[in-house]
């Protein structure tokens, strides 16, 4: 079955990772971006995720020592990303016993979230799921999306949306407005992401004739 693509917030939130092999480093790397509270747990942990934990500036925290249901207390999500499929099935029951969202790597099962292929440029995001299917076809599409991306896509989604509260305060009409941001986006891919105060007070001239 097909995921709601919810996209969540997790800026100031609390995620235990259980796990410190490779794939524990993959969801810390993914993590770190969106200003998430790491903890991650682990008899031994992988030396880049230690690396990573000196780096953060305290957003990472290592806790080398077996797993604790107690560690769970506080979280806001969970993942259980340990070689032990018991482990991780035992950390996702007590989440769920919990009502804490958890995900288990490679079990969709037990998972209450799953983790997307992601292209990020900037605010621009574009996920690609198979539900849990193929997790290699997923990044295969990610990679040819990708090519299909410009760079200055992200630059053009900022630029879109240092705009947007003037547009919405200069042009109450909805149907206008569209046609308005629908020529700023033209005109911002023209220039590679750039958008000026005159090419706003432009679009917003000739789109409304000046009403």
Do not use: H, W
């Not at 709601?4 to 969801?27: H, N, T």
């Not at 953060?56 to 032990?84: H, K, P, Q």
């Not at 009409?173 to 706003?200: Q, T």
């Amino acid at each position: 079955m097909a995921y709601f693509p919810f996209l969540v917030d997790i800026e100031g939130k609390s995620i235990r990772i259980v796990g410190g092999g490779k794939v524990a480093v993959r969801k810390t790397e993914a993590l770190m971006e969106y200003g998430a509270r790491i903890f991650v747990t682990a008899p031994a942990v992988d030396v880049k995720i230690r690396r990573m934990a000196e780096e953060s500036g305290g957003s990472v925290t290592v806790n080398e020592r077996e797993f604790a249901e107690a560690d769970l207390e506080g979280m806001d999500y969970v993942i259980a990303a340990t070689d032990s499929p018991e482990l991780n099935s035992a950390v996702s029951g007590m989440c769920r016993q919990k009502k804490i969202p958890v995900n288990v790597v490679d079990v969709e099962e037990e998972c209450d979230f799953i983790f997307p292929a992601i292209i990020k440029k900037q605010d621009l995001l574009v996920a690609v799921s198979t539900g849990g299917n193929s997790p290699l076809f997923a990044a295969r599409l990610k990679a040819e999306l990708m090519r299909g991306i410009p760079d200055f896509y992200g630059k053009l989604v900022e630029s879109l949306g240092s705009s947007r509260k003037k547009v919405l305060e200069s042009v109450p009409e909805a149907e206008k407005r569209k046609k308005v941001f629908e020529e700023l986006i033209e005109r911002g891919i023209l220039r590679g992401g750039e958008l000026s105060d005159e090419d706003v007070d432009a679009a917003i001239e000739e789109n409304t004739g000046g009403s």
